[in-house]
């Protein structure tokens, strides 16, 4: 398979070309701005016959977005920060309204004080939306992941957003294989949607719903969220069987022997591998989880792959202002609430504002982790990496 | 892990360091090895001291975290180790590369290096006479791969005869002003090795 120096940008707005979606509409925003503006230079040289709608601001973005999938038209856009903030309200429509949207997001962290760098607080901030939600470790994964969202997203009618670590990954360029056009069309295939405004009969998108079925239409969301964790995984598979690739919705890193695992998301799951293999090499039985998608909450998945930890590091890019510590922490605490306290959990909140986090730091509290789970006690269950003061 | 080749370049915004540290990464793929090539994350902005980087290996790099002791310094514009810590970081076997005029001797005394190995080249000076501008980028990509062995000049030039060649078809002057200028550059440049080595 051909390799093309590509930054995670540009590798999403291949995928994008791939596509083809019918319908982008998309407003700019660092570190996000790339992807669309690549995609956008796609239209006007003719290599997509998208019809392309740039908008006055994210919201509008979104909404035409949503107007453009209940026509039933194949939808996407991109965004980041602030962009998918002013999204919000809207998210939650798509969502509500099964509408298959694929955002390519870029995570970056929200003002104030204003930063254009990498932490998971946007993303985060809509975790609840309803909207699948998959973090790449890099650009490889990044356009495969957007491929497969588009299967993932039409088969079980929820909107989709594929994000990646701004600058981080966003801007960095590395090989990525890139299929052909035909491979990428065959395996998204035609577009599905639940419903359409052109289908023949004519229907009402989006009417009041209110003590009668609004209870009903919102479980059966969730119902669709629970489930959906089939189908992110056989698509996956029949990706990886057919392109010799894939990303398991959490990938396991040197964990089979291993007491002590690490948990983290995004592009410091590469570095934390890097950490993983110089703590093996001095003897310590440390693995990883890089938790591939966030939304649906893979927590059976976690249960089985933490059942033999006895100490669990995590590495969490955000925080949920509860002072519980960070999401990761929280969701996979409750998960396996009732294995405890045979686990004990130690939480870090790192890189917020695009903070570097290098090897010796990840390979630092692992040892912290270490001595904690000889002692049997976690001294503090809240702690930062690289925080200066 | 060990065998990971750092590079950091130094430049200033619209030098073309972010450029030459694709370029280079891109070529380094073209040779099948595996390359990570990014900028200093900020807003661009003409004139003001940027810097770019390079990861190299026979093997996957999963790690991305950012660069803090790179094996080698290129400096595309002298006047920034005036102001800039070019060196902070530089390995004590590493190699600094430095588009100038000026002698070894003096370079190792103002920035104070002891074993580091000091290539200089007139980069400017090169791409003025070939290129017709200031663009000390390509040139640099030259005499790079002289000093290290990260790939060989065959490969560079090889790859950019290519890159270029899709980018400038109606152009072959500016393909050729390239080309001559990456040669001429590896050729030129002139290495010292540290004291005590």
């Known amino acids: 398979m051909p390799r093309r120096a590509l930054t995670g940008n540009e590798a999403m707005a291949e995928a994008m070309r791939q596509i ?44 035409a977005c949503v107007g453009a999938s209940a026509a039933g038209a194949r939808v996407m856009t991109g965004t980041s920060s602030q962009g998918l903030a002013l999204m919000h309200e809207v998210l939650y429509q798509a969502a509500g309204l099964r509408a298959p949207i694929v955002i390519c997001e870029v995570n970056r962290s929200l003002s104030a004080p204003i930063n254009i760098h990498c932490d998971h607080s946007d993303t985060m901030g809509s975790k609840e939306a309803g909207w699948i939600q998959i973090y790449a470790e890099d650009s490889q994964d990044a356009y495969d992941s957007v491929i497969q969202a588009i299967r993932i997203a039409e088969t079980v009618f929820l909107p989709t957003m594929v994000s990646t670590d701004g600058f981080i990954i966003s801007h960095c360029m590395q090989g990525v294989e890139i299929l052909e056009d035909k491979q990428v069309q065959d395996f ?14 004519p229907i009402t998108v989006g009417p009041l719903d209110l003590q009668d079925y609004y209870f009903e239409h919102r479980r059966q969301l969730m119902e669709a969220m629970n489930t959906s964790l089939t189908t992110l995984d056989a698509v996956n598979k029949e990706f990886k069987q057919k392109f010799g690739r894939g990303y398991d919705i959490i990938e ?93 959990f130690a939480d870090y909140i790192y890189g917020l504002g695009g903070r570097d986090i290098d090897i010796e730091e990840i390979a630092t509290v692992i040892e912290k982790g270490e001595k904690m789970k000889l002692q049997g006690k976690v001294e503090k269950p809240l702690d930062y990496i690289g925080l200066r003061e | ?25 891109d070529a380094i793929m073209s040779t099948g090895k595996y390359f990570q090539a990014f900028p200093e994350y900020g807003p661009e902005r003409m004139g003001a001291p940027v810097q770019a980087f390079n990861r190299s290996s026979a093997e996957p790099i999963t ?19 005036e102001t800039q810590p070019v060196t902070e970081g530089l390995k004590a076997d590493g190699i600094i590369l430095v588009n100038t005029n000026a002698s070894a001797d003096s370079l190792r005394q103002k920035l104070k290096l002891k074993n580091q190995k000091i290539c200089t080249v007139d980069a400017s000076g090169i791409s003025r006479e ?7 980028n390509t040139p640099m990509l030259g005499a790079l791969v002289r000093v290290t ?37 590896y050729n030129e440049v002139k290495v010292t090795d540290g004291g005590g080595k």
């Not at chain 1, 570190?31 to 392309?52: C, K, M, R, W, Y």
């Not at chain 1, 983290?264 to 110089?278: H, R």
């Not at chain 2, 790690?63 to 180790?81: N, Y």
């Open chain 1, 20 to 63: 083809n979606p019918d319908v982008v509409a998309a407003y700019p925003i660092t570190p996000a701005t790339e992807i669309v503006q690549i995609f956008a230079s796609f239209v006007s040289d003719g290599l997509v016959t998208t019809q392309f709608i740039p908008t006055e601001s994210e919201h509008s973005a979104i909404s």
């Open chain 1, 188 to 201: 998204i295939g035609p577009h599905r949607s639940a419903y359409s405004l052109f289908g023949g009969a």
């Open chain 1, 252 to 344: 396991e890193y040197k964990t089979e022997d291993a007491d002590h695992i690490v948990m983290a998301m995004g592009s410091t799951c590469g570095t934390a591998k890097v950490a993983i293999d110089k703590m093996r090499a001095k003897g310590v039985k440390v693995g990883l989880i890089k938790l591939h998608v966030f939304r649906p909450f893979p927590h059976e998945q976690l249960k089985k792959a933490l059942s033999k930890a006895k100490f669990v590091t995590v590495l969490d890019r955000s925080d949920t202002a509860s002072s519980m510590g960070g999401p990761i922490f929280v969701e996979t605490r409750a998960a396996l609430y009732d294995q405890m306290p045979k686990i004990l």
């Open chain 2, 1 to 25: 892990m060990s065998d990971i080749f750092e590079v950091r370049w130094h430049g200033r915004g619209g030098q073309g360091a972010k450029t030459a540290a694709l370029l280079f990464g």
């Open chain 2, 63 to 81: 790690m991305h975290c950012g660069i803090k002791e790179p094996k080698v310094v290129v400096i595309l514009d002298p006047t920034l180790m």
């Open chain 2, 130 to 136: 070939l290129l017709g501008k200031e663009l000390p």
């Open chain 2, 149 to 185: 062995d990260v790939i060989g000049i065959d490969d560079l030039i090889k790859f950019v005869e290519k890159t270029l060649g899709k980018k400038f078809k109606g152009k072959p002057e500016v393909i050729k002003g390239n080309i001559d200028s990456i040669r001429r550059a």
